[in-house]
Nanobody, 123 residues
Framework: QVQLVESGGGLAQPGSSLRLSCAAS????????IGWFRQAPGKEREGVAC????????YYEDSVKDRFTISRDMAKNTAYLQMNSLKPEDTAVYYC????????????????WGQGTQVTVSE
């Protein structure tokens, strides 16, 4: 019953904020990297951010590094993506994923995936 479940998506106005949650069950996020990815229609799935739970190392895609913050609460076995100053180009389905031991930019390196949550940024 290994699961990652995203929540917190929805409709947001440009310049506003959303916080996405990624709740893990059936395994612990200890010693995993936790990545956030997004995919817009007609585009490749791209990495947004990743946190290594073992040492706390953080990685961000250049277009979001001044606006988004990735974090985790180990007691709740949950990761988060705080998204501020949202732009229409942030519109996508957002996925969380877990990788054993180390963050990666490559989607095929990840061991577990959530089913995604829709984020739409529009007036």
């Amino acid at each position: 019953q290994v699961q990652l479940v995203e929540s917190g998506g929805g409709l947001a106005q440009p310049g506003s904020s959303l916080r996405l949650s990624c709740a893990a069950s059936g395994f612990t996020l200890d010693y995993h990297g936790i990545g956030w990815f997004r995919q817009a229609p007609g585009k490749e799935r791209e990495g947004v951010a990743c946190i290594s739970t073992s040492d706390g190392s953080l990685y961000y895609e250049d277009s979001v590094k001044d606006r988004f913050t990735i974090s985790r609460d180990m007691a709740k076995n949950t990761a988060y993506l705080q998204m501020n100053s949202l732009k229409p180009e942030d519109t996508a389905v957002y996925y969380c994923a877990a990788i054993k031991y180390a963050c990666s930019r490559r989607t095929y390196h990840y061991d577990y995936w959530g089913q995604g949550t829709q984020v739409t940024v529009s007036e």
